[in-house]
């Protein structure tokens, strides 16, 4: 019987594992094992950390799927990446990543040593530089965006109250938390990421006291908040969290993270919903843009519906008043979904290109309103 595996899912749940471990390191055999002739094993490395120098299992290879590797043997060593593969010497070797700072950036090695029937398995990494506050951070930057964005936007429009600082540290720690939470219903592994579970788990519980005190109508919030949420939860068991409508049920959390500061200010909620319109619109935008940069970045039908997407969304911004800066944002972001699909920026750019848009959409709705 033929077996499908999907590398690319379980790149991204070694990688989160190897963030969230100290040993900087993940790693899953994908196919065989110690009776069979062939062995496959999926490895994630972040930087700083290594395969430590082990024993040859004979004839094997090593195939770079992403970044940049440096396989040592014989007093020798040689670079590898993505796309590349190298026949591993029969003779002691190691394996370290290439490149420095943020795994984030620089993404994590994912590597298949094939075949490899008599190995031992993956050594502790050589030489760990990765420092704890690596192992308390998800390697998603993009999601400090859409933390942000929603919660800063709101508390410029309605004026900051005191109660806005503990909902802002509540909000982040949840977020943290919820992270590590999904994590482990996806791998199955809750003691991997334990302490980040209880550091954050406790913090989001402190801080939320204050603001429930002082404001209790944000309990009005938490239906909604439960019930997006476990569409998170019911992807992340499946092993699907980078579906597309898993990714809207993100964008509407922070949504709604609009009308809880609008609460917290005691403003009516509904005075804030072209506020919210405008980042909901552009925050959706940016999920299907970003899918065909990266994931989808193959696929027609994506770039289409971005465009679609993104041409209907400033029909919207026209058509609902939110301002002419707001609705020249929109068209740029028109331009940037018809124009840059195809011309393999790489994440960090990507990245900057949505940083430049999250600013914009920021200070032109501000400006709007004020």
Excluded at 225 to 239: E, F, K, S, T
Aim: charged share 15%; hydrophobic share 50%.
């Amino acid at each position: 019987m033929v077996s499908v595996s999907s590398l690319s899912a379980l790149a991204e749940e070694l990688l989160a594992l190897a963030h969230a471990t100290g040993s900087g390191r993940s790693a899953r055999t994908v196919h065989g094992g110690p009776a069979t002739p062939l062995r496959q094993t999926l490895v994630a490395l972040v930087a700083g950390h290594a395969l430590a120098e082990h024993a040859s299992p004979g004839d094997a290879t090593l195939q770079v799927l992403r970044g940049r590797v440096r396989l040592t043997a014989l007093d020798r060593s040689w670079p590898g990446e993505a796309g590349d593969l190298l026949v591993i010497p029969d003779a002691r070797h190691a394996a370290r990543r290439r490149g420095r700072g943020r795994a984030a950036h620089g993404r994590p090695r994912m590597s298949v040593p094939s075949p490899a029937a008599r190995s031992a398995p993956p050594r502790q990494a050589a030489r760990p530089v990765r420092t704890r506050r690596h192992r308390y951070l998800p390697p998603q930057h993009g999601a400090w965006a859409m933390l942000l964005l929603p919660y800063a936007t709101a508390v410029c429009v309605t004026g900051l109250r005191w109660p806005h600082l503990p909902l802002l540290g509540a909000w982040l720690a949840g977020y943290l938390f919820s992270y590590y939470a999904l994590l482990a219903v996806k791998t199955g592994r809750t003691d991997r990421v334990r302490p980040q579970l209880l550091l954050y788990g406790a913090a989001t519980a402190l801080l939320v006291v204050p603001v429930l005190l002082a404001r209790p109508g944000v309990l009005d919030y938490v239906p909604l908040y439960a019930l997006l949420v476990a569409v998170n939860v019911g992807y992340a068991r499946r092993r699907r969290e980078r579906a597309l409508l898993n990714d809207l049920a993100s964008v509407a959390q922070s949504v709604l993270m609009v009308f809880v500061v609008a609460t917290v200010a005691g403003v009516p909620p509904a005075g804030l919903a072209a506020v919210a319109g405008a980042v909901g619109a552009y925050l959706a935008g940016t999920v299907l843009y970003v899918k065909t940069m990266i994931r989808e970045r193959d696929s027609v039908g994506y770039r289409w519906a971005s465009g679609a997407y993104h041409l209907a969304a400033l029909v919207v911004a026209v058509a609902a008043g939110w301002g002419p800066a707001v609705v020249g944002v929109f068209a740029l972001l028109l331009l940037r979904a018809a124009l840059l699909p195809g011309r393999r920026l790489t994440p960090v750019r990507v990245g900057m290109v949505e940083l430049v848009g999250t600013l914009l959409l920021f200070a032109t709705v501000v400006g709007h309103r004020a």
